[in-house]
C-alpha cells in the first residue's frame, strides 16, 4: 500500500526546542495507521505545534501494525502511533523482538463491537428492549446462542480484530468470555500463534480500513476495531455496532506514541519537544468541551490522515456513536484525547495489557507481580511525559491543573471497577486480578 506523506519546508531557522537543550535531530518522519484516534498527530502538525517546538515533521501512512512497528524498530521511522500492547509486547520479546518506550498516551475509548446484519437479527432476541430500542451495554451473553447454533451447524465463528497485542483483541476477548464464550488461547512455544486453542469464536486478524469490507463479504461475522471503521459499517447498511470499548472498560488506555528505547537515549530534548506538542493538541482536541472537534475531523477526514467521509468520522467524533441505523446515542466520552489525564502513561495501563497477555497464553508462564510492575517501569515513561509537562506549564501554554500532581503521582490508578462484569482492577495486584476471571489462565496454568 503506497504511504501518503505530508510535508513542510518551513521557512524560520528551528529552535533550540526543548529548554534543556539544543534538539538533535530536527527532521522527523512519523508513522500512523488511518484511524481517528491519530488526530494529536495531524492536529499538532497541522496547527503548528511541531513547528513551535523547531521540528520539521513527515506524517505518513503505514499499511499495518506490524509494517508500523518493523520501520519504527529498524529506524525508518522515528516514533509512531501504536497499539498500547505493541511496546510492551516488543520489549518482552513476543511478536517482533525491540526495547521501546512510550511517554505519551493518544487517547481514551474509540473502539467499538461491529456484527453482521444477519448476527444482530438473532442476538436482538437475546436482547432487552426498552421504547423499542436496546438496552445498552449489550452483553455477549445475547451472542452466546448465535454462536452455539452456528457450531452446532458446523460453521466456526468468525470474528476480526486488528493485531494479536491490540486493545481491540482484549476487549473484544474480554467482552466474549463475560458472556461466557471463551475466545482461546496462544501457545507460542508450541508455534500455536493463532490464538484459537478451545476457541467457541475464532478470532483473527484485519486491518482496520478492510474490516467492513471483510464483514460484507461474510468472512468474518462481526469485528473489533477503531474509528470510523464501526460506523462505516452502519453507513452502509452492513453491520450494527453493538457496543462500545467504553461500556466494556470505562476511560480505557487505547493508543500510545511509541518510540524504541535507543532512539529515546539519543534524542531526549527532540523526545521532549514532540512530546510537547502532542500535549498541545490533544489538549486542543478536548478544549471547551469538544468544541474543535468539527474542525479536527474536517482535517481528519483528508485522504493523507483517515480518508473517510467527514459525516462518517462526525458520528463518534463529537459526542454521538450510532448503533442501529437511526439509534444515535449521546456518549461524550467515547473519544476523549486530554481530560481525565487521558495523556498521561499509567503504569497501571501497562499491566493490565500485560494481564491480558498472561490471561490468553501470549505469556505462557507465571509471573509475580514485581515482574509486571518491573516491565511497565521499563516501557511506559512517565517521567519524562512530566519534563514535558513541566515546560509548557512555565511558558504559560498550559496550567499545572491540567495535569495530575506530578509530586504525588505514583504512576498508579485508583482501583477500577466500571467494567462490562464488574471485576475490580487494581494495577498493583495483577495475579489477584488474573484469577478473579472464570476463563482465562491464572496462577500456574498453561495453554
Keep these: 500500500m503506497a ?33 481517528t484516534d491519530m ?15 523547531g521540528l520539521y515533521v513527515t506524517l505518513e501512512a503505514q499499511a499495518n501494525w506490524k509494517i508500523l512497528l518493523d520501520r519504527v524498530v529498524t529506524g525508518e521511522l522515528d516514533g509512531a502511533h501504536m497499539l498500547a500492547g505493541q511496546p510492551l509486547a516488543a520489549t518482552i520479546g513476543f511478536g517482533t523482538q525491540a526495547d521501546m518506550v ?9 473502539n467499538g463491537i461491529t456484527v453482521s446484519n444477519a448476527v444482530w437479527e438473532e442476538m436482538k432476541k437475546n436482547v432487552p428492549m426498552k421504547d423499542g430500542k436496546p438496552v445498552h451495554p449489550i452483553k455477549a451473553d445475547a451472542l452466546k ?10 460453521k466456526p465463528f468468525n ?12 476487549e473484544l476477548r474480554y467482552w466474549l468470555a463475560a458472556g461466557g464464550i471463551h475466545p482461546g488461547y496462544y501457545a507460542p512455544s508450541k508455534g500455536d500463534t493463532s490464538g484459537q486453542i478451545k476457541a467457541d469464536v475464532l478470532l483473527s486478524v484485519t486491518p482496520p480500513p478492510q474490516m467492513p469490507a471483510t464483514l460484507e463479504a461474510g468472512t468474518i461475522y462481526g469485528y473489533c476495531v477503531g474509528e470510523p471503521w464501526n460506523q462505516q459499517a452502519v453507513f452502509k447498511g452492513i453491520g450494527v455496532p453493538v457496543i462500545t470499548d467504553y461500556e466494556i472498560w470505562k476511560n480505557n488506555p487505547e493508543k500510545v506514541f511509541g518510540v524504541t528505547k535507543e532512539w529515546a537515549e539519543k534524542n531526549p530534548n527532540t523526545h521532549k519537544a514532540m512530546l510537547k506538542a502532542m500535549i498541545r493538541a490533544a489538549a486542543w482536541l478536548d478544549e471547551n468541551n469538544n468544541a474543535n472537534r468539527m474542525d479536527a475531523v474536517k482535517i481528519l477526514a483528508r485522504p493523507q490522515y483517515v480518508g473517510a467521509d ?5 458520528n463518534s467524533m463529537t459526542g454521538t456513536f450510532e448503533y442501529e441505523k ?7 466520552d467515547f473519544n476523549v484525547f486530554f481530560r481525565y489525564n487521558a495523556t498521561y502513561p499509567y503504569y497501571s495501563d501497562a499491566v493490565w495489557y500485560l494481564t491480558q497477555m498472561r490471561r490468553w497464553g501470549q505469556i505462557e508462564e507465571n509471573k509475580p507481580d514485581s515482574w509486571y510492575k518491573e516491565v511497565a517501569k521499563k516501557v511506559y515513561r512517565p517521567d519524562i511525559y512530566a519534563e514535558a509537562a513541566k515546560e509548557l506549564i512555565a511558558e504559560g501554554k498550559l496550567k499545572a491543573s491540567d495535569f495530575p500532581d506530578f509530586a504525588k503521582e505514583s504512576g498508579f490508578r485508583a482501583p477500577q471497577s466500571e467494567f462490562i462484569d464488574g471485576i475490580e482492577y487494581d494495577g498493583s495486584q495483577p495475579n489477584a486480578y488474573l484469577k478473579k476471571f472464570a476463563i482465562g489462565l491464572k496462577g500456574n496454568d498453561k495453554p
Design 102 to 110: 512510550t511517554a505519551f498516551s493518544m487517547d481514551l475509548n474509540g
Design 159 to 170: 470474528m476480526g480484530m486488528v493485531f494479536p497485542v491490540s486493545t481491540h483483541n482484549y
Design 310 to 314: 467527514a459525516k462518517v468520522i462526525a
Design 145 to 154: 446462542p448465535v454462536v452455539q447454533k452456528y457450531r452446532a451447524e458446523g
Design 3 to 35: 504511504a501518503f506523506m505530508l510535508g513542510t519546508s518551513l521557512a524560520t531557522a528551528p529552535l533550540a526546542g526543548a529548554a534543556g537543550g539544543a534538539l538533535e535531530k530536527e527532521d522527523l518522519k512519523l508513522g500512523f495507521i488511518k484511524l
Design 39 to 53: 488526530a494529536p498527530l495531524a492536529i499538532a502538525y497541522e496547527k503548528g505545534f511541531f513547528e513551535d517546538e
Design 326 to 332: 437511526g439509534d444515535k446515542r449521546a456518549v461524550p
